[in-house]
Structure formats: structure tokens, C-alpha cells
């Protein structure tokens, strides 16, 4: 009888089916043989992110490699609440915890933004991926990633129909979730900026816009990694999959 391993679940991009096989890159090879110890007929799970869960078995070739034979999809896909994150980039293993937690939070999109104080110049788009799909095999949603763009220019093209909620560090202390519930529900965005806030007249250009909603985290000033996990588990709570 095929080993079974439940708790070993693989991302894999090709689109999956009844029947389909999948050949394993070095690395995920390395992983199920060498890592997790798996032979010939030992049965995982694998995902694409989008038709859902599926039970496969492991055929090993040659020296190194596998191959992985979908056999029957044990559930279907199942996504997270439609909020985007919309983030500052920050330094790398700040910004690896960040995109990961943020995707086991379930959100349906990342995208970085450039702001006046962000003090990180470019984001390495393969590294975020590669920590986006870690995550995703913990919590099976993977989330799309956004090249980053300019704050100024992503407010200028914003569909004011996607409602932001926006961590503002200097507003009055009060109760958020009695803020956010007044909200319809709909699709969301969750912005948090920059180590050290956002320059002024971001800050006045966001408190005008008619379809931002600014929150207060508290009396205690947060890392922007932690401000992250703090809004996303709030807006989750109050607006998202966890009511």
C-alpha cells in the first residue's frame, strides 16, 4: 500500500487533471526524496492555485529526479477574501516575512507601491514569488503579485469601487473595528506604508480620497511588518473570511 503523506503539499504551475503527470524541477525533487524521504508509490498533495487540491503519486527516475501523476482532486480550490495588499517594500528578510504572512492571511492579490520614504529601490520579483508559493503550500491560496508602482500613480488609475483601508499612524486612537463595519461589503484593499509613514501630502491626498478609509492600529507604533499582520487580521475579522 502507497505511503501517504497529507501533511506534504506541492505547488506546481502546470494546470492539473484526472491523470496528468508533472516532472518535478532539481528542487522539489531534492525535497520529496532527499528532505522528506519519499520512494517510489508514495502518495502527496499537489496544487496550481486554481482547480483545487489533488492527491498524486510520486514515480521516481533516474538518480535525482520524480515525477508526480494527479489522481484524484481531493478538494476544490478554495480562495480568499478579494483584499489586496498594497505595501511598501521593505528590507529582505522583513519583506520575506511580510509576503509570506500576508498570503497565509489569504489575500487575492500583493502589490508593492513606491512611496516618498520608501527606502527599499527595487523588489526582487523572484524572491517574492518563490516566498508567495512557500507560503501557498502552508495555506493552498497563491495570491498574484504586482510589479510595484508609484503611489501617486496607482491612486491616479484606482477603481474607487475597491474601498482602501489605510493604516494611518497618526490618527486619533479609536476603535477600528467600529470604523470598518460601517463598510459595505465588496472588494477591499489594505495599504500599509513605509518604516517611518508616509511623507505629508501622501498622508492629506489619502485622508481626502472619498474611498479610503483611514485606521489607527493602536497607541503603540509598529514595525511596518507587524502594522501588516495587524491590519490584514482585523479587516479579515471585521470584513473578510474569518466572520
Request: with cysteine; net charge negative; hydrophobic share 40%.
Given at each position: 500500500?502507497a505511503?501517504?503523506n497529507?501533511?506534504?503539499r506541492l505547488?506546481?504551475?502546470a494546470?492539473?487533471?484526472?491523470?496528468?503527470e508533472v516532472?518535478?524541477?532539481?528542487?522539489?525533487?531534492?525535497?520529496l526524496?532527499?528532505?522528506?524521504?519519499?520512494?517510489?508509490g508514495a502518495?502527496?498533495?499537489?496544487?496550481d492555485?486554481k482547480s483545487?487540491?489533488?492527491?498524486?503519486?510520486?514515480?521516481?527516475?533516474g538518480?535525482?529526479?520524480?515525477?508526480?501523476k494527479a489522481?484524484?482532486?481531493e478538494r476544490p480550490q478554495?480562495?480568499?477574501?478579494?483584499?489586496?495588499?498594497?505595501?511598501a517594500p521593505?528590507?529582505?528578510?522583513r519583506?520575506?516575512y511580510?509576503?509570506?504572512k500576508?498570503?497565509?492571511?489569504g489575500?487575492?492579490?500583493l502589490r508593492?507601491?513606491?512611496?516618498?520614504?520608501?527606502?527599499?529601490g527595487r523588489?526582487?520579483?523572484?524572491r517574492?514569488h518563490?516566498?508567495?508559493?512557500e507560503?501557498?503550500?502552508?495555506c493552498g491560496?497563491?495570491p498574484?503579485i504586482f510589479?510595484?508602482?508609484p503611489?501617486?500613480r496607482?491612486l491616479?488609475?484606482w477603481?474607487p469601487s475597491r474601498r482602501?483601508?489605510?493604516?494611518?499612524?497618526?490618527a486619533?486612537?479609536?476603535s477600528?473595528?467600529e470604523?470598518?463595519?460601517?463598510l459595505?461589503e465588496?472588494?477591499l484593499?489594505?495599504?500599509?506604508?513605509?518604516e517611518?509613514g508616509f511623507?505629508?501630502?501622501e498622508?492629506?491626498?489619502l485622508?481626502?480620497l472619498?474611498?479610503v478609509?483611514?485606521v489607527?492600529?493602536?497607541?503603540?507604533?509598529?514595525?511596518?511588518?507587524?502594522?501588516a499582520?495587524a491590519l490584514?487580521a482585523?479587516v479579515n475579522?471585521v470584513?473578510?473570511?474569518?466572520?
Open positions: 500500500m505511503k501517504r497529507p501533511s506534504v505547488y506546481v504551475s494546470p492539473l487533471r484526472e491523470g496528468v516532472e518535478c524541477d532539481r528542487s522539489q525533487a531534492n525535497y526524496r532527499n528532505v522528506m524521504r519519499l520512494g517510489d502518495e502527496i498533495l499537489m496544487f492555485g483545487g487540491e489533488w492527491r498524486a503519486r510520486l514515480a521516481v527516475t538518480k535525482h529526479g520524480c515525477i508526480l489522481l484524484n482532486r478554495e480562495d480568499g477574501p478579494d483584499i489586496h495588499y498594497l505595501f521593505l528590507k529582505r528578510a519583506l520575506d511580510m509576503v509570506q500576508a498570503t497565509e492571511l489575500v487575492a492579490a508593492p507601491v513606491m512611496t516618498r520614504r520608501t527606502d527599499v523588489l526582487n520579483m523572484e517574492a518563490a516566498n508567495v508559493i507560503a501557498a503550500e502552508q491560496v497563491l498574484e510589479e510595484p508602482v503611489l501617486d496607482l491616479d488609475g477603481d482602501i483601508v489605510y493604516g494611518d499612524e497618526t486619533t486612537v479609536a477600528p473595528v470604523k470598518l463595519a460601517v459595505k465588496g472588494p484593499a489594505v495599504l500599509v506604508g513605509p517611518g511623507d505629508p501630502e498622508q492629506e491626498r485622508r481626502h472619498l474611498y478609509t483611514p489607527s492600529l493602536g497607541p503603540r507604533v509598529m514595525r511596518a511588518d507587524t502594522a499582520v490584514l482585523l475579522a470584513l473578510g473570511d474569518w466572520q
